[in-house]
């Protein structure tokens, strides 16, 4: 039996080169990056993370040190469904949600890493390798830029090789939205995909309205118009809003996808590898959306996302996020031709510069 040995939790704040904001979140100006690195009795080790906008890591952070040590120390190292179940309910009275879920997130990440290194095989390929070739777009965090600035940033994206843009919505006045929405597709040209995110700026009425205010401009999707704990809202908004709807970055279970897609509410169902329950429950979410015949996107992380992405049939895109974490790992996200391509190294294969992490140690 290969089972777990050392638990190592870190805990890292990261300043942004340049402060980003969008509707809900206000100014970013860093990030938080908690890991969690697992060894096992024969010395291999998995590397799991999660991330915050700013504030909260400690909490998720202190889970780790703390609560999952004692739960998972010297439990067979394979058994990630075993894991999972064990850690969910034992933190379920105190989490299902919140920081204990991005704790969860992290361990089940750091597991599925081991289990594919000790198989020698690239994540996408252990979990069931469908394309390691991936549609990816550009998620900027551009509520605050110019017009002007979110050209030029959408020039240097179209530069960097993406073939998909998503920009920021969610200004106090719709009018200053549409023009941003107008001038971007004109910059851009007809059938080049563009995708609007609203950060849960807006009541069900207002989303509705804009949605409406937004159709002649042919978006790939319309993302998290209002506030996640709302199904029937979004439900509204799809069917009366003429747009496709993206949601899910915020919501923290299989559970809770299954409560949209059932209703109908979502088109895109867009989970986050770090904040869902880890591969186990994105893979869970995927493989639900493909019950239904829904295209499933993601959220953040795409160093660890595209490989799951390259494991589903029914993916859509992958979102290269804004918080990139290119300055401190060896092998940045590929990208060619529009298209993200998984990396043949066992595991996820994001390898951190442990040593230029040290002096952001919080």
Known sequence: MILIKNVETGFYRIPLPLMLSDSTHGEIKAFELITIRLRDSEGAEGVGYTYTVGRNGGSVADILRREIPELIESREADD?????????????????????????????????????????????????GFDRRVPCYAGGIDLDLSIEDLLKQTDDNLVKGFRAIKMKVGRPDLASDVARVRAMRNHLGEGFPLMADANMKWTV????????AFQPFDLTWLEEPTIPDDVAGHRRILAQGGLPIAVGENLR???????????????????????????????????????????????GAHDVTVHLLAA????????????????????????????????????????????ALVPLSV
């Open 80 to 128: 990630t469904e075993a894991i999972w179940q064990r850690v969910w309910w034992a933190l379920h009275y105190g989490g299902r949600g919140g920081p204990s879920v991005l704790a969860l997130s992290a361990l089940d990440i750091a597991l599925w890493d081991l289990k594919a290194r000790r198989a020698n095989l690239p994540l996408w390929r252990l979990l069931g």
């Open 205 to 212: 009425e207002e989303a509705i309205r804009a949605a409406k």
């Open 253 to 299: 279970s299989l559970w809770e996808f299954k409560n949209y897609i059932v209703s109908d509410a979502v088109s895109y169902p867009e989970p986050d590898v770090t904040n869902c329950g880890g591969v186990s429950s994105f893979m869970k979410i995927a493989r639900l959306a493909e019950a239904f015949n829904l295209p499933v996107t993601s959220h």
């Open 312 to 355: 589903c049939q029914n993916r859509s895109y992958l979102e290269a996020h804004g918080f990139g974490l290119d300055r401190y790992i060896e092998h940045p996200l590929i990208l060619e031709q529009g298209m993200a391509i998984a990396p043949m190294r066992p595991g996820h294969g994001v390898s951190f510069d442990w040593k």
